[in-house]
T-cell receptor
Framework: KQEVTQIPAALSVPEGENLVLNCSFT??????LQWFRQDPGKGLTSLLL?????REQTSGRLNASLDKSSGRSTLYIAASQPGDSATYLC???????????FGGGTRVLVKP | GAGVSQSPRYKVAKRGQDVALRCDPI?????LFWYQQALGQGPEFLTY????????KSGLPSDRFFAERPEGSVSTLKIQRTQQEDSAVYLC?????????????FGAGTRLSVL
């Protein structure tokens, strides 16, 4: 059974610092990996999706890497802003139906 | 609408009551997923539909949970004889295949509180 772990569970940084969020998974036979953002009382917003054949994806200040063999992904957020405060979730998908297995999330607070 | 719509947004139920949660997916989306998110945790898979066919219900925690999507569009998640441990946010996601990426779009969820 696939298990996804996110460390740390919570993170507080001053504005302008770079954020590094970690995600690990136990079964390397994944189809893809996604990073989501969740604001309080809101649904999930997809940030980046990495296919199993890719090693990284970039969007603006966000960069996500994937190392399937070691079962790890890292989300980097450059030059953090208070608006980046949210919970970040990683999720891995299988090919069949692509149901997602989520980590517990990292709650991020960026202090102005 | 432009996104996945879920109703009600909030539901308070007395223990033992039956509840029904509705999901309106994005028009034309073939896949529909239900997830349960307990407070402070990540979402957990409940069930998956492709059109009207329920292809995977392995995540439903008990036979009190039932989901349907009779016409391949709107879906309803029903919980019978609710219990306190059913309190959670129930998220619906719909998706389509784009270059085989299987992207899912999530609704805002229904927060269920069982008293």
């Amino acid at each position: 059974k696939q298990e996804v772990t996110q460390i740390p569970a919570a993170l507080s940084v001053p504005e302008g610092e770079n954020l590094v969020l970690n995600c690990s998974f136990t079964d390397s036979a994944i189809y893809n990996l996604q990073w989501f953002r969740q604001d309080p009382g809101k649904g999930l917003t997809s940030l980046l999706l990495i296919q199993s054949s890719q090693r990284e994806q970039t969007s603006g200040r966000l960069n996500a890497s994937l190392d399937k063999s070691s079962g790890r992904s890292t989300l980097y957020i450059a030059a953090s802003q208070p608006g980046d405060s949210a919970t970040y979730l990683c999720a891995v998908g299988r090919a069949a139906g692509n149901k997602l297995t989520f980590g517990g999330g990292t709650r991020v607070l960026v202090k102005p | 609408g432009a996104g996945v719509s879920q109703s009600p947004r909030y539901k308070v139920a007395k223990r033992g009551q039956d509840v029904a949660l509705r999901c309106d997916p994005i028009s034309g989306h073939v896949s529909l997923f239900w997830y349960q998110q307990a407070l402070g945790q990540g979402p957990e898979f409940l069930t998956y539909f492709q059109n009207e066919a329920q292809l995977d219900k392995s995540g439903l925690p008990s036979d009190r949970f039932f989901a349907e999507r009779p016409e391949g569009s709107v879906s309803t998640l029903k919980i019978q004889r609710t219990q306190q441990e059913d309190s959670a946010v129930y998220l619906c996601a719909s998706g389509y295949r784009q270059l085989a990426k299987n992207i899912q779009y999530f609704g805002a969820g229904t927060r269920l509180s069982v008293l």
